[in-house]
């Protein structure tokens, strides 16, 4: 199993909505990431977990709340958005960086979850 | 974060014609991916390069890690409608923990 999946698949909410993203993986990797993408441009990095702790957070406001419940789970809880957070949510997978694991050193995607704050 | 410079940013090319792309960066990788998104969908893995001067090819795909170790290239040959799509670079050092630093893009159209 290689893949990385992502749900739902496209959301809409209102600014005062509380909802979720998840994304699953069972590839064996520790390190989970969150990335935020608008249209034609490069994923940005919101949020990455390494052995389910967190352990980059690249300045994302407190709206976004993620979440590692075990190795093969990721969430993204989401309050209190605004129409600007409307993107594609990107959750990606990949071994730990380290000498043995150097080859290993590749994200992996899912499809995402567009959504769409109104 | 750090952002790789890609370029062309855009490339309009008939069906049949090879395409060149590449990317630069002002720091150092040990690792250099290339990916391809289609719309609506995340980015695929297309080509992973691990050492400077690595040439890995796969299919019509072509990819090369620079021998500074700042650069990298990827080459389509023969391209096909399916091409079309938004293609990223991507670095990697593993000092820097989980850190993977993007490229801005290049968005490939493919004229039947």
């Known amino acids: 199993d290689t893949e990385v999946t992502q749900t739902p698949k496209h959301l809409v909410m209102g600014m005062t909505n509380k909802k979720s993203l998840k994304c699953e993986q069972h590839?064996?990797?520790?390190?989970m990431y969150w990335y935020k993408q608008k249209a034609k441009k490069p994923p940005e990095l919101m949020f990455v977990?390494?052995?389910?702790?967190?352990?980059i957070n690249e300045s994302v406001p407190s709206r976004f709340s993620p979440e590692c419940p075990n190795s093969s789970l990721l969430n993204l809880h989401l309050h209190a958005l605004q129409p600007e957070d409307s993107a594609l949510y990107l959750c990606?997978?990949?071994?730990?960086?380290?000498?043995?694991?150097?080859?290993?050193?590749?994200?992996?995607f899912g499809a995402g979850s567009r959504l769409t704050v109104l | 974060g750090q952002q790789l410079n890609q370029s062309p940013q855009s490339m309009f090319i008939q069906e049949g014609e090879d395409v060149s792309m590449n990317c630069t960066s002002s720091?150092?990788?040990?690792?250099w991916l290339w990916y391809k998104q289609e719309p609506g969908e995340g980015p695929v893995l297309l080509i992973a390069l691990y050492k400077a001067g690595e040439l890995t090819s796969n299919g019509r795909l072509t990819a090369q890690f620079g021998i500074t170790r700042k650069d990298s290239f990827l080459n389509i040959s023969a391209s096909i409608p399916s091409d079309v799509g938004i293609y990223f670079c991507?670095?990697?050092?593993?000092?820097?923990?989980?850190?993977?630093?993007f490229g801005t893009g290049t968005s490939l159209t493919v004229i039947p």
């Open positions: 590839m064996g990797h520790r390190a």
């Open positions: 977990y390494s052995y389910e702790k967190l352990s």
């Open positions: 720091s150092i990788f040990n690792t």
């Open positions: 991507a670095g990697h050092y593993s000092n820097t923990g989980n850190q993977f630093y």
């Open positions: 990606a997978s990949s071994q730990l960086p380290g000498p043995l694991f150097s080859r290993a050193n590749v994200l992996t």
